[in-house]
């Protein structure tokens, strides 16, 4: 009985991801990184009262989930690229609004999230001399001298607002430019 119940669960579940992930708009893979990112959160208290291997471990986690965040941005442009590209699409500036928060924004701000992490795990590791650790030293000092993270948090708002902008603007221009 709870078998034929958990896989109607599972088929509603299939089905309503496939509703919300069509070939515009970047939802999956903004679940899988959120996970992954939640999941480096955890990870990461555990590090802070743990040895350098550990810190060393989690902040090599860290960079891998940046390189995936990374990859979701760049699905972004794809898609992006897909919409303009697409003459029958109805409202592309709702749609560009959409992606740019889910597929731009989000992003950047779980990859700023995870780089203060990776940060701060590089900073407290123990440093031994070697050409590793000049090198460890050297990211972490360009990190905190050039505000990194408050660079990224102003482009990530610049990004929300110019989306904000395009969803409103874009909507009256295309309900205008058609008639």
């Known amino acids: 009985m709870t078998d034929t119940k958990s896989n109607t669960v599972k088929e ?24 992954f990112a939640l999941a480096f959160g955890l990870f990461l208290s555990y590090a802070f009262v743990r040895g350098d291997l550990v810190k060393t471990a989690v902040a ?3 960079i891998v989930v940046m390189f995936l965040g990374s990859g979701l941005i760049l699905e972004f ?42 940060v701060q795990l590089f900073s407290q590791i123990t ?13 972490v000092r360009f990190y905190y001298y050039n505000g990194i993270f408050f660079t990224v948090n102003e482009f990530i708002k610049l990004v929300v607002v110019t989306s904000f902008f395009v969803f409103v603007f874009g909507a009256l221009v295309e309900r205008y430019w058609k008639k």
Do not use: H
């Open 12 to 35: 509603q579940a299939n089905q309503f991801i496939n509703k919300m992930s069509n070939d515009y708009l970047v939802i999956r893979n903004l679940l899988g990184l959120s996970c």
């Open 60 to 62: 090599l986690m860290g």
């Open 77 to 118: 442009i794809l898609k992006t690229v897909a919409l303009e590209n697409n003459p029958n699409v109805k409202r592309f500036s709702a749609l560009f609004s959409v992606n740019m928060i889910l597929g731009l924004a989000v992003p950047l701000f779980i990859i700023n999230m995870i780089m203060w992490g990776v």
């Open 127 to 139: 440093n031994y001399g070697t050409a590793l650790c000049e090198i460890r030293q050297s990211f």
